[in-house]
């Protein structure tokens, strides 16, 4: 059985965040920020027009689910070492063990992930875009999706998954 991959990088699939990421089992660094690129990678047969998925609409996908991320602060709703809380006034306080943030509840994103580290983010978009997929007919055939975070030139994670939907 053969098999074929497209892969998608361009210069508009990134956004721009904030975070801070635990690390060493109880630190959690300062507040700080990167412009994170995306690239995805599609797995399958050709289909009847020759494509394993048409460029276009994964490129439009991957744009709108990297603009809910941009240019918020992103948060860990599943993490042992940052509580989050809304408080009356429309914010959100954030706790780390030796440090507290307020920030607008427009300006924050939290993410059922333990870390914002660019691991459970690239796992994160990954399902996103497979749940948008499942529901395609043109994507049924697809086997597999990998999704590629670069936080910084050189430094990036992969998450891959088998797609279940595919027959």
């Known amino acids: 059985m053969s098999t074929y991959k497209i892969h998608v990088t361009k210069d508009n699939l990134m956004f721009a965040a904030a975070h801070f990421a ?13 412009n994170y ?4 990678t599609l797995e399958g047969p050709l289909d009847e027009n020759a494509y394993v998925f048409n460029f276009v609409p994964v490129k439009r996908i991957v744009k709108r689910i990297a603009d809910e991320l941009d240019h918020r602060m992103l948060l860990p709703r599943d ?10 006034q429309g914010g959100v306080i954030v706790r780390t063990n030796d440090r507290w943030y307020r920030f607008p509840l427009e300006d924050v994103l939290i993410l059922p992930i333990t870390n914002t580290t660019v691991e459970p983010i690239a796992q994160y978009l990954c399902r996103r875009l497979r749940d948008e997929l499942s529901s395609r007919d043109d994507a ?10 670069e936080e910084t030139f050189g430094q990036s994670a992969i998450y891959r998954e088998m797609l279940a939907f595919a027959h």
Do not use: W
């Open 22 to 34: 635990s690390f060493d089992g109880n630190q959690v660094e300062p507040l700080h920020g990167h």
């Open 140 to 149: 049924r055939h697809l086997t597999a999706i990998e999704i590629e975070i």
């Open 79 to 88: 993490s042992t070492l940052v509580s989050i809380e809304e408080d009356q």
């Open 37 to 40: 690129r995306v690239s995805v």
